[in-house]
C-alpha cells in the first residue's frame, strides 16, 4: 500500500522557533529509549559519538520510539557521508554532526543527506526510510524533509559560526559546552564564566543570522538561561545521568538514614 512521505514535525517546530526540550540518550537500550521517548519530551538525541551505539542499535532504538511524544534525533560517530548514508536508510531524518569546523564541513554534512543532484546521498530501492517502498513520493520529498544541526565544538567553529550558519540546508547551530571549556583550556569546567560569555556571544551570533541555536544543559539553572536567551533547542539532562543520579539517591536514603 502506498502512502506519501509524513511532514517532518522536528523540522517544522525548528523553523517556527518553537521552544524543543531534548533528552540525551546514551544507554543503548531500547527499553530506556521506548520509556523515555513517551515522557513528553520533544526529541531524544540517539548518540553514537560518545555512546557504544552501533547501527543496529539505533535501527532498534528508532523502532522503539515510534508513537513517543519525542523525534529523534541521531548523533552520528563522524562528519561522514558512509556513515550518514547508513543511518538515512534506517529511518533517521534529523542529525546533529560532530566538530564542524567551518563552511565546507558543513556543506558536505548537507550534502551527505540529499539526493542528487543537491547531494551526494546514495541511492537504495527498499529500506526502512521509505517504508520499505511504500513511500510514493520518498524520493522526491526526502531532501526536504532532512534536518541537519552542527556542533560548534572549537575555537576555529565560533570564528567560522556566520559562515557555517549561511550554508544552504543547515537548519541549526549546536555549542557543545564541555568541547568549547576544552578549546579555552578549561576541560571539565563548562559552567565557568569564561565560557558562559564565549556560548553567550555565540548565540547571539547565530539568532542573527536567522538560524536556530542549541545546546546541553543537565543543569536547570543553565537550561533556563539558554531557553531565555533564544536557544530553541536545549537538552535538559541524559538517559543514563538520570538513572546513576536517581539510583545513588535512592541508595543514599536508606544506607545513611537521617539521624533520629
Known sequence: MKAPLPVNPFKQALLAKRPLIGLWS??????VVEAVAGAGFDWLLLDTEHAPNELPTVFNHLQAMTGGTAAPVVRPAWNDTVILKRLLDIGAQNFLVPFVQNADEARAAVAATRYPPQGVRGVAV?????????????????????????QIE???????????????GVDGLFLGPSDLAAAHGRVGDNRHPEIRAAMEDAVRRILKTGKAAGTLAPVEEDARHWLKLGCTF??????????????????AKFKNPPAA
Open 126 to 150: 527498499v529500506h526502512r526510510a521509505n517504508r520499505y517502498g511504500r513511500v510514493s513520493d520518498y524520493y522526491q520529498r526526502a531532501n526536504d524533509e532532512m534536518t541537519v544541526l552542527v
Open 154 to 168: 572549537s575555537l576555529t567553529a565560533l570564528k567560522n559560526i556566520e559562515a557555517i550558519a549561511a550554508v544552504e
Open 234 to 251: 536545549v537538552a535538559v539532562g541524559n538517559d543514563l545521568g538520570l538513572v546513576a543520579r536517581h539510583s545513588e539517591a535512592l541508595a
Open 26 to 31: 546514551s544507554s543503548c537500550s531500547s527499553v
